[in-house]
């Protein structure tokens, strides 16, 4: 849990990769989010972001913004919260932005996307109207719960890098709408990584969204 962002991209912090963490609860105060962008042409892929209100508190998902932050690419990630708050916020005069692969699920069933200054309470409407999450025209998203095997653990952080494969919750169940169903970033990524965050081969066939790919 943090007031801050859980990962900042800053003004001229270009072509940067963020791939494979877990952001849990940043992003709690003053507009923050678990990925805050201020730049261009940077890769996030293959992250769990997952938002749990604290108190008056909700973080955003990713905020891209500033006075540019263009290019971007965000890709195979989930984004799950399990209240009342923004998965994505675009701020006007962003282009070139692209989200595929991706994984939406909120608890209470509310979504909310702040586009180009253009409020979005369904997932249908922002897509219709951005055309975000489509490859040749086709849905690439996932909008239902990642069965992770507990979506919103209260406690579950640790102080010590060489415990990071017992953080199990952030696994994906067998029935994981999220196996095999994300886009490949080895099309689109400069250096692509080889292992996930708990140190399993990527990819296991097609490739998982969220930072755990499954054996």
């Not at 992003?27 to 940077?42: F, P």
């Not at 890709?75 to 939406?104: E, T």
């Not at 952080?157 to 415990?163: E, F, P, V, W």
Request: glycine residues 8%; negative net charge; contains cysteine.
């Amino acid at each position: 849990n943090a007031d801050g962002n859980g990962v900042l991209i800053g003004v001229n912090s270009d072509y940067n990769l963020i791939r494979y963490n877990v952001i849990k609860n940043c992003g709690l105060k003053n507009s923050n989010a678990g990925v805050y962008c201020y730049g261009n042409n940077n890769d996030i892929y293959g992250n769990t972001i997952v938002s749990t209100k604290i108190n008056t508190y909700f973080p955003f998902s990713l905020f891209l913004g500033g006075s540019s932050a263009d290019s971007n690419k965000v890709r195979d990630n989930i984004f799950c919260a399990d209240s009342v708050g923004s998965f994505i916020v675009h701020v006007i005069g962003q282009v070139d932005n692209v989200l595929q692969g991706n994984c939406y699920y909120s608890s209470t069933n509310y979504y909310r996307f702040l586009w180009s200054g253009v409020f979005y309470t369904s997932f249908s409407a922002w897509q219709t109207a951005t055309g975000q999450e489509k490859v040749s025209g086709v849905n690439v998203s996932v909008v239902s719960d990642p069965l992770l095997n507990v979506n919103f653990a209260l406690r579950d952080t640790i102080n010590n890098a060489y415990m990071i494969d017992t953080l199990t919750n952030y696994k994906l169940q067998a029935l994981s709408p999220c196996i095999n169903a994300g886009v490949n970033p080895q099309n689109n990524v400069w250096n692509t990584a080889t292992v996930d965050f708990f140190a399993n081969a990527v990819p296991n066939g097609f490739y998982d969204i969220g930072v755990y790919e499954k054996p």
